[in-house]
């Protein structure tokens, strides 16, 4: 592999600057961070100006509830929406998701209108009937004509409801129900629709044109995109109503992160805000050994499942560091997936120095040290190889040194009868998925190899 470091820049999101929300008549707080949500509504990104909000006062959204309003911060941060299935709570929760959609129509988020409208057409998959008449009463209560979803649910009734269905809707008084009296909307455009279909071709998919390009705000026929599975935050219920303020470094540089989520990933954080811990909650919890910068790039990577750097190695090597000294685990599996694709699709071999650097901040069984000790041993040239001993060598990176031998006497003993050529062939990229990561009870191995 050559020695050059990476030259793609990537780009960083700044976790460190945050709006307060008051949702609701009784005005609850959110802290929502400035740079995921300005990205992805362009009401926020206004409010994020100086011309509208030059004091820095706090936004209001007093025609929503709360709960709307963290379920959709959770759309934001997760990339998913949860209808559960059950008989008793269906209704509900889809009249809960029309809500989000309705909010993020409002806040002009298009990605947060689309997963919405995937996660009801995910729900209509599953179960295998159409959203009852109340959800049609409110969606079309809260919502305009020009509404997709509304087309959606035009197209759920006409192209999957069994023979006979719509002839009973339709009858008058039906268990009591009229929908030609209460429904006049969605029965109009019913019918506009059917005709409009009676001289069209009934090919292609249902809901081809259902989404929404959030460039231009009109159709957007090859939306495909599914919730993120970087965090397990996607599966289950977190509240976005309350947070943790974090104080990070000597300067205190000051954080606002979400507890539901954090708690649920990182043993440290689930211990900080236990009450023999942190019986004040207003102290904020210290993280006065970690830089400010580190921890705002660990913040993307809790939130968003990704991993962002400006082509410094040891910078993506704090991340993982503080990522295992916080427990998250799943943060940092996805921060070696990281190193190993850079490193793999740049061609690159850590450097010395890099190297050196993590094994001064890891413990001896680190998975970090691992997969660094792999490249060298199997990856880098002959020359290269030198070069770097010497330079360890020069540093003082014992340990280093210590790590390459031991593995050397590993390969010997394991595997050197079958030739030196197949026993250091074996790429980094080339190892099962989980090789390098770390599981636990909480955290079952990966799925795929």
Not at 113 to 133: A, E
Request: proline content about 4%.
């Amino acid at each position: 592999m050559a020695a050059s470091a990476p030259s793609a820049k990537r780009a960083k999101l700044d976790f460190s600057k945050h709006f307060r929300v008051l949702v609701g008549e009784e005005q609850k707080e959110f802290i929502v961070h400035k740079d995921p949500i300005s990205l992805r509504s362009t009401f926020f990104t206004a409010a994020a100006s100086e011309t509208w909000n030059a004091a820095g006062k706090p936004i209001e959204l007093q025609e929503y509830t709360p709960n709307v309003f963290s379920d959709y911060l959770k759309c934001v941060y997760t990339n998913a929406v949860n209808i559960d299935d059950g008989k008793e709570v269906y209704i509900q929760e889809i009249n809960h998701a029309i809500s989000i959609y309705v909010l993020a129509d409002y806040l002009g988020d298009c990605k947060s209108m689309n997963l919405v409208i995937d996660s009801i057409i995910q729900w209509r998959t599953r179960n295998n009937f159409n959203p009852p008449p109340v959800c049609i009463r409110h969606l079309y209560n809260c919502t305009s004509a020009e509404s997709r979803l509304r087309r959606l649910f035009v197209d759920f009734h006409i192209h999957l409801n069994a023979p006979g269905w719509f002839e009973a809707f339709f009858k008058s008084n039906l268990r009591g129900f009229n929908p030609l009296v209460q429904l006049p909307e969605f029965c109009s455009e019913t019918l506009i629709e059917f005709a409009r279909l009676s001289n069209e071709d009934l090919k292609e998919p249902v809901w081809k044109n259902t989404f929404i390009d959030s460039s231009e705000n009109k159709l957007d026929t090859r939306h495909n995109e599914r919730p993120s599975a970087a965090s397990e935050a996607a599966q289950v219920r977190d509240d976005f109503t309350e947070h943790l303020r974090v104080l990070v470094g000597e300067e205190k540089q000051e954080f606002m992160v979400h507890k539901d989520l954090v708690i649920t990933r990182s043993p440290f954080f689930k211990a900080a805000v236990a009450e023999r811990w942190n019986t004040d909650p207003a102290k904020g919890i210290e993280l006065p050994d970690d830089k400010p910068t580190v921890f705002a790039s660990y913040l993307q990577c809790l939130y968003l499942g990704t991993v962002h750097t400006e082509e410094d190695e040891e910078e993506v090597y704090n991340i993982y560091i503080l990522a295992d000294k916080l427990g998250d685990l799943t943060s940092a599996n996805v921060v070696m997936d990281f190193i190993v694709k850079w490193h793999t699709t740049d061609n690159v071999v850590p450097s010395m120095e890099s190297v050196g650097y993590a094994f001064q901040h890891t413990a001896a069984t680190s998975k970090l040290r691992q997969v660094l000790v792999a490249y060298w041993v199997h990856e880098a040239g002959n020359e290269y190889f030198q070069k770097g001993i010497n330079r360890a060598v020069k540093h003082g990176f014992t340990d280093v040194c210590g790590a390459l031998l031991k593995e050397y006497g590993r390969l010997k003993a394991e595997g050197w009868a079958n030739g030196v050529s197949t026993t250091f062939a074996m790429l980094v990229a080339e190892r099962p998925t989980c090789y390098y990561h770390q599981h636990d009870e909480t955290l079952p191995p990966c799925t795929s190899t």
